[in-house]
């Protein structure tokens, strides 16, 4: 079945750089996301990629995709406190048009 | 970019009452909204799948009778959850798309609902 899976925390130091990590199983997927989402909040589209490309770059954030392993990675540089937040990995293989969402690393930020 | 609002964004309820939750695409037509919901520290799980003018479509295990979903516009879906109970408690999340290429789709902010 659709299943993403991603590792549930990651601490870094201010200024660092943070990878996120994700697996999916669907090989369909035509699109996969990185959200992310601050306590309370909803979720904040940061980047998404097209399945026929292996890296994406938008200012500090850098998406790796390796479709033959079906990993993707979310590499933030210069992590900064307010990049605190859960991030959660997105695959666009629901049945019905949706999202399957991994269950979300937890960011801390140390200063 | 696109906006989705959500209203109330958090709502405290007795036990019993029934909840309506509004979820508006601002600026697009929405021809599909989905209603997800997250437990916390969980990931968002999907509801239901609401297209305008049909019958939503429910995931297996959420009850329709209890979670209606209308979407009688291009622009609002609304969930209503009937009989409130306290394991109803969580975080609903909506999210549109307007079916174009690429078929992203468009949070809202969420509504917090709590059921004592």
């Known amino acids: 079945g659709e299943d993403v899976e991603q590792s549930l925390f990651l601490s870094v130091r201010e200024g660092d750089s943070s990878v996120i990590n994700c697996t999916y199983t669907d090989s369909s997927s035509t699109y996969l996301y990185w959200y992310k989402q601050e306590p309370g909040a909803g979720l904040q589209l940061l980047t998404y990629i097209f399945s026929n490309m292996d890296m994406k770059q938008d200012q500090r954030l850098t998406v790796l995709l390796n479709k033959k392993d079906k990993h993707l990675s979310l590499r933030i540089a210069d992590t900064q406190t307010g990049d605190s937040a859960i991030y959660f990995c997105a695959e666009s293989g629901g049945s019905q048009g949706n999202l399957i969402f991994g269950k979300g690393t937890k960011l801390s930020v140390k200063p | 970019g696109a906006v989705v609002s959500q209203h109330p964004s958090w709502v405290i309820c007795k036990s019993g009452t029934s909840v309506k939750i509004e979820c508006r695409s601002l600026?697009?037509?929405?021809?599909?909204m989905f209603w997800y919901r997250q437990f916390p520290k969980q990931s968002l799980m999907l509801m239901a799948t609401s297209n305008e003018g049909s019958k939503a479509t429910y995931e297996q295990g959420v009850e329709k009778d209890k979670f209606l979903i209308n979407h009688a516009s291009l622009t609002l879906s609304t969930l209503t959850v009937t009989s409130a109970h306290p394991e109803d408690s969580s975080f609903y999340i909506c999210?549109?798309?307007?079916?174009?290429?690429?078929?992203?789709?468009?949070f809202g902010p969420g509504t917090r609902l709590t059921v004592l």
């Open positions: 999210s549109a798309t307007s079916g174009r290429a690429g078929n992203e789709q468009f």
């Open positions: 600026d697009f037509q929405a021809t599909t």
